[in-house]
């Protein structure tokens, strides 16, 4: 089928009031869900899916530049769209040529054009039946060709708007007739919305035919049956069709680069009498679907063939809130120029959370074998088909990371076998099945594991959230900043068990982090240093793992660093014991100037809702002199921590 015609400045406005909104369940009765390539649908839809075979040209091709093919009036069926739609009319003349070709009569809507053939004989004309009907004058992008055939229009300015009725399309050269058509336009047509849950990589959808490709591999299901709302799965694309043949001329008479584009404009235009709608709101403010879209989480096609939109919704990049049960509705306004006033189409769906497990059901570790075809294997709620990334990471061996995807089978089983050959054994591991994670080992290994997750929209990062830790001898998460220049390590932040956040430096730019389990060697619940906290290990090998930082949505650019963690290259608390006599004590007051201010002083009191302390204007030493605002470290190690933030700077590579 030919591209969609796009729009070049045409200032016409649609009257069409489309409000797609995301509304509490109760709010509308949920409708029922229809396989969006139905057959048996009736009316103009039925007809454009059986015509466009209908319609091939029959001439012959390749003939020399001079000759001319036969007349070949009425050589298939007419054509038959409704009011708003774009039609394709196809013609076959003679091959290379100019024709003229006419659409209309004397006696109402009449246009006159030029058609030039590329050289195959074929010509396939578009016509916008929605600028065509709102238009005394031939607006841009009116009449166009699909291919490289090209239309210039020439003459007989309608005085009368494209009307509901039966035309005359007829194609002459030097006074004899080539070609004959009619085209039938009928009354607007706004026939019904519908939802279904479709595979991750749909998303992607090239174009229609891609759709309607996967309705008929199995790649789109119904939603499924939810206690409250029809459902889809976070994670799957939410396929929302909405047939209505009379809106996509619209949608391709406006500006833009791409369909998204045009179907956003088509609700930018906010004159009072047209009263022109897109909107989604619900439960707390529900799903931003003009923001989703400038973040690439929403996309739109036509489907000039069936007479529908398709827009689709990458379920994990939803901008706004998308908890509770959503309604979409679609409603032509009294004063619109598509006509079919007052109708209304909704249909109701709602987002589940997805779900993962491993095998065996119930383990809390996914125990990995050292060979070329370790087994990953598990269940979910995905629709059957969909692809899932599964990585393993080593969180010994910072170089080790292996990936590949498993395919959710009829059951919503899985199955990723993974190249683990040259795995540590012993080893800890990171199983990334999707967004979901699971501690993996390989041999007889300690159950040191850890879950973090980011904040990550928020302009100021001050702690991460702790998902799950484990540390089976107690201790301490700990985060540094490694300072490249340097080659030292700097904590800026712990966490024990039993904390829900890691409370680290207030940090305004994305970067790196390394993670570093660490024992509780003295038990004082206090982080001291690595010298004497040691680093949990695996076959000598320290159990960390770097971490990136996203700040106001903007992820770390580069890979990681390679440094290895080193208890040496840590930033450590001096040795000397400070004595009690004032006179011989020496204190730089410009090292304890830079310390009070430091950005650990800064963050922790912006993430713990307190107000550090500072000293007095003539003292050269903290008020609080065991641990200046930075939870989960030791006093020594935390003056330590903060004499180093204004030396050392986070070394990343970008």
């Known amino acids: 089928m030919p591209s969609p015609p796009s729009s070049d400045g045409s200032t016409s406005r649609a009257a069409v009031a489309l409000a797609v909104l995301a509304v509490l369940a109760a709010s509308f009765p949920a409708t029922a869900v229809t396989d969006v390539e139905s057959a048996t649908t009736s009316g103009v839809t039925a007809d454009r899916k059986t015509c466009p075979q209908l319609l091939e040209p029959t001439g012959e091709k390749g003939l020399p530049e001079n000759a001319t093919s036969p007349p070949t009036p009425n050589e298939s069926a007419d054509r038959s769209v409704a009011r708003g739609d774009i039609a394709t009319v196809p013609l076959s003349v003679p091959a290379g040529v100019n024709v003229t070709v006419r659409v209309g009569s004397d006696d109402g809507y009449s246009t006159r054009l ?198 689709l919704l990458d379920t994990t990049t939803l901008e706004g809130t998308h908890a509770g049960g959503q309604t979409v509705y679609v409603e032509v306004s009294p004063e619109s120029r598509l006509g079919d006033a007052g109708r209304e189409l909704t249909t109701s769906f709602r987002i589940a959370t997805r779900q993962t497990a491993v095998r065996p059901s119930g383990a809390d570790t996914v125990r990995l074998t050292a060979d070329d075809r370790a087994t990953i294997s598990g269940e979910t709620n995905l629709l059957a088909d ?178 290895t963690f080193d208890a040496d290259r840590a930033v450590t608390p001096p040795t000397e014991t400070p004595t009690a006599d004032p006179d011989t004590t020496t204190t730089d007051p410009d090292t304890i100037g830079s310390t009070v201010g430091s950005s650990a002083t800064i963050g922790t009191a912006e993430s713990t809702g307190t107000t550090p302390t500072t000293a007095d204007a003539g003292s050269t030493t903290p008020s609080d002199a065991t641990g200046v605002g930075t939870p989960g470290f030791g006093p020594v190690v935390a003056a330590a921590a903060l004499l180093g933030a204004t030396a050392l700077r986070l070394g990343t590579r970008r």
Do not use: M
């Open 114 to 311: 030029d058609v030039r053939d590329d050289g195959d004989g074929r010509v396939r004309l578009l016509v916008n039946t929605y600028l065509a009907g709102n238009r005394t004058t031939v607006a841009p992008g009116t009449y166009r060709t699909a291919g490289t055939d090209a239309v210039v229009v020439t003459g007989g300015t309608p005085t009368d708007p494209l009307e509901p009725g039966t035309y005359p399309v007829t194609a002459t050269r030097n006074g004899t007739v080539v070609a004959e058509r009619e085209l039938t336009v009928t009354e607007p047509s706004f026939e019904s919305i519908t939802a279904r849950r479709a595979v991750p990589r749909l998303f992607d959808a090239s174009n229609a035919s891609a759709i309607r490709a996967a309705n008929r591999s199995g790649l789109t299901a119904p939603l499924e049956p939810g206690e409250y709302d029809p459902e889809a799965v976070e994670g799957e694309t939410l396929l929302v069709r909405i047939d209505a043949p009379s809106l996509l001329g619209a949608i391709a008479a406006r500006s833009g680069n791409t369909t998204t584009d045009r179907f956003l404009a088509l609700h930018e235009e906010t004159e009072p009498e047209t009263d022109e709608t897109f909107e989604i709101s619900g439960p707390c403010g529900g799903i931003l679907f003009r923001e989703t879209a400038t973040e690439g989480g929403a996309r739109v096609l036509l489907d000039y063939r069936a007479g529908a939109a398709y827009v």
């Open 386 to 563: 969909s692809r899932v990334p599964v990585r393993v990471e080593s969180r010994v061996d910072s170089t080790f990371e292996r990936r590949t995807t498993a395919t959710v089978t009829d059951n919503g089983t899985f199955t990723a076998t993974v190249d683990l050959a040259n795995a540590s054994v012993p080893g800890l591991f990171a199983v990334h099945v999707g967004p979901d994670q699971f501690p993996g080992e390989t041999g007889e290994s300690p159950g040191v594991y850890w879950k973090l997750s980011e904040y990550g929209h928020r302009q100021r990062v001050t702690d991460l959230n702790v998902r799950q830790l484990t540390l089976p001898e107690g201790g301490f998460l700990v985060a540094y900043e490694y300072d490249s220049s340097a080659d030292r390590f700097r904590p800026v932040g712990s966490a024990t068990p039993s904390d829900d956040d890691l409370v680290v430096d207030s940090r305004t730019e994305p970067g790196y982090l390394l993670v570093v389990a660490h024992r509780d060697a003295n038990g004082n619940r206090a982080f001291d240093g690595p010298a004497t906290d040691s680093p949990y290990r695996v076959d000598d090998r320290v159990v960390s793992d770097w971490l990136g930082v996203t700040v106001d949505g903007v992820e770390p650019t580069g890979d990681e660093p390679s440094a």
